[in-house]
């Protein structure tokens, strides 16, 4: 949590309630191993279709460059 409120620049239970706020919101807990893998999935394909597209944009929650980690030289 103290990563996350850093991250931010929020205090700590401001990021504990909105993480709260979103399990509330999707209806699954964000502490769940699968639950967080299936998000990262979702913001990985998202950034995969958006790139496709040539609409790739710097602010997309997950940071990943995919085609750097698996580029053969």
Same mark, same amino acid.
């Given at each position: 949590? $103290? +990563?996350? &409120?850093? #991250? !931010?620049? =929020? ?7 909105? /993480?709260?706020?979103? %399990?509330? =919101?999707?209806? =699954?807990?964000?502490?769940?191993? %699968? $639950?967080?893998? !299936? !998000?990262?999935?979702? @913001?990985? @394909?998202?950034? /995969? !279709? +958006?790139?496709?597209?040539? %609409?790739? &944009? ?5 940071? /990943?460059?995919?085609? &750097? #980690?698996? #580029?053969?030289?």
């Amino acid at each position: 949590m $103290n +990563e996350i &409120s850093s #991250r !931010l620049y =929020i205090h700590r239970n401001t990021a504990a309630y909105r /993480l709260d706020k979103l %399990e509330r =919101i999707m209806g =699954i807990p964000l502490k769940d191993p %699968e $639950n967080l893998l !299936l !998000l990262n999935l979702v @913001f990985l @394909f998202s950034r /995969l !279709l +958006e790139a496709e597209e040539g %609409e790739v &944009s710097g602010n997309c929650l997950l940071t /990943l460059d995919y085609r &750097s #980690r698996y #580029r053969t030289s």
